[in-house]
């Protein structure tokens, strides 16, 4: 039996890359709004978080302190070492193309969901107590999600915290890291003790 390659494109994701780090500035909050699913090699994948990771602490971005946060991580050698990374800016074409990259990226990742999605409904048919309309309800919900995540805007780490603040009432813990971000995470909120004051 052949082996299928699911739909992809390595060159776009390398693309992408390579334009983060030659101009974040401009072009890193919108890949974070696509969301890290876009990268399908997974070696792409692991410098787009170590790259995310970066901009969500306010640190410099170019390709040494990308390679220092992969080493820090001990995922370096896993996406190929330091060559790889400096390869990215050798084959970068410029920001003027990103939004298309993108949209490409998003398709092949939606196809891939959709492909999955194809294999659970026959495995799901193929039940000996299979529920023909449960099983078409659960098709119908998760189509939604493939095509809100298609038209959606991952909202970055500082602007979800952001977000969560403006709507929480009540005592919290704040942890030290982002009481330098001036805000607080999703996980201090489950746990009640310290009143907090977001500074201005």
């Not at 990226?105 to 891939?112: F, H, Q, V, Y």
């Not at 330098?180 to 489950?190: A, F, H, P, R």
Request: some cysteine; aromatic content about 8%; hydrophobic content about 35%.
């Amino acid at each position: 039996m052949n082996h299928v390659i699911p739909p992809q494109s390595p060159d776009i994701e390398r693309a992408v890359l390579g334009i983060m780090l030659l101009e974040p500035e401009t072009t890193i909050k919108q890949t974070i709004e696509a969301g890290e699913e876009i990268f399908y090699m997974p070696q792409y994948r692991l410098i787009f978080k170590a790259i995310e990771y970066l901009y969500e602490h306010g640190d410099l971005i170019d390709q040494f302190t990308v390679c220092e946060r992969l080493k820090h991580e001990g995922r370096l050698e896993h996406i190929g070492g330091e060559g790889t990374i400096a390869g990215l800016l050798g084959e970068t074409p410029g920001s003027a193309f990103i939004e298309r990259y993108l949209k490409i990226l998003r398709e092949k990742t939606s196809l891939r969901s959709l492909i999955s999605l194809g294999k659970a409904i026959n495995n799901s048919c193929n039940e000996n107590k299979a529920d023909p309309a449960e099983i078409m309800h659960n098709t119908e919900s998760q189509l939604v999600e493939i095509k809100t995540f298609m038209e959606k805007k991952k909202l970055s780490l500082s602007e979800r915290i952001r977000e969560w603040v403006l709507v929480t009432e009540g005592d919290f813990f704040v942890t030290e890291c982002y009481k330098e971000l001036n805000l607080v995470t999703v996980s201090d909120k489950c746990t009640p003790s310290v009143t907090m004051i977001q500074k201005k």
